[in-house]
C-alpha cells in the first residue's frame, strides 16, 4: 500500500512570500491532518479535515495560513504572506478509523 | 489541560543495554496513547498503542511500552538497544473534542542515542 506523499519536499523562500505544501493521503483514509512541526518539539495539529469538511482548525493561523481539500483527497496547505517563523517542517498525515495516524515525509521550509 | 511530558530531552545507552524512553499524560477520561519514532528527514513513524486490556502492550522493531495507570505513565522500553534505534521518540495522546471527533497532542519529543 503507497504511504503518504508529500511535496515539495524542501522549500526556501523569503519572508512575505507565498508558499504551497501538497499532500496525496492513503487511498480510502477519509481523515487527514496537516501538521507544524518546529525544531525541537514535537509536532502541533494546524487542521483536521474529515473527507472535504474541516473538524479541526483552532490552531490554524487563519491570517496566513490557508488549507483546502477538494474532493476529499487531496490537500494543500499555503501561507501567505511567510514569516520568518513558520520556518518547520509542515507534515500531513492521513487516517483510516481517527485512531491511527500515518505520516508523510513532511516537507521543510526554510523562510529567509 | 491535556498535555503530554517527555521529561528527557535526551537518552544515551550503549548497544546491547536496555533502554527506557519516559512518558507521562495529563488527560480526562480514558487514554488512548501512542509511541511514534521519526528518523532524520522522514516522517513519524507508528510504533505502538495502548487502547484497552493489557498494561504491557508489543510494537514494531521489538519496542514495547507499559501503561500505568496510577502514576499516569506510557514509558517506551527495549530489552536490547540497537545503534539503529536510535532517532527522535514521541510520545502522544488521543483527545476527543465536540463533535466526536479526535486529535493527538504529542509531547517534544526525546532523542534516543545508542551507542556501540
Known amino acids: 500500500e503507497a504511504g503518504v506523499a508529500q511535496s515539495p519536499r524542501y522549500k526556501i523562500i523569503e519572508k512575505r512570500q507565498s508558499v504551497a505544501f501538497w499532500c496525496n493521503p492513503i487511498s480510502g483514509h477519509a481523515t487527514l491532518y496537516w501538521y507544524q512541526q518546529i525544531l525541537g518539539q514535537g509536532p502541533k495539529l494546524l487542521i483536521q479535515f474529515q473527507n472535504n469538511g474541516v473538524v479541526d482548525d483552532s490552531q490554524l493561523p487563519k491570517d496566513r495560513f490557508s488549507a483546502e481539500r477538494l474532493k476529499g483527497v487531496d490537500s494543500t496547505l499555503k501561507i501567505q504572506p511567510a514569516k520568518l517563523e513558520d520556518s518547520a517542517v509542515y507534515l500531513c498525515a492521513s487516517s483510516l478509523d481517527g485512531i491511527e495516524q500515518y505520516f508523510g515525509p513532511g516537507t521543510r521550509l526554510t523562510v529567509t | 489541560a491535556q498535555s503530554v511530558a517527555q521529561p528527557e530531552d535526551q537518552v544515551n545507552v550503549a548497544e546491547g543495554n536496555p533502554l527506557t524512553v519516559k512518558c507521562t499524560y495529563s488527560?480526562?477520561?480514558?487514554?488512548?496513547l501512542f509511541w511514534y519514532v521519526q528518523y532524520p528527514n522522514r516522517g513519524l513513524q507508528f510504533l505502538l498503542k495502548y487502547i484497552t486490556g493489557d498494561n504491557l502492550v508489543k510494537g514494531s522493531y521489538g519496542f514495547e511500552a507499559e501503561f500505568n495507570k496510577s502514576q499516569t505513565s506510557f514509558h517506551l522500553k527495549k530489552p536490547s538497544a540497537l545503534v539503529s534505534d536510535s532517532a527522535l521518540y514521541f510520545c502522544a495522546v488521543r483527545v476527543r473534542f465536540s463533535g466526536g471527533y479526535n486529535k493527538l497532542i504529542f509531547g517534544a519529543g526525546t532523542r534516543l542515542a545508542v551507542h556501540p
Open positions: 488527560v480526562s477520561g480514558n487514554p488512548y
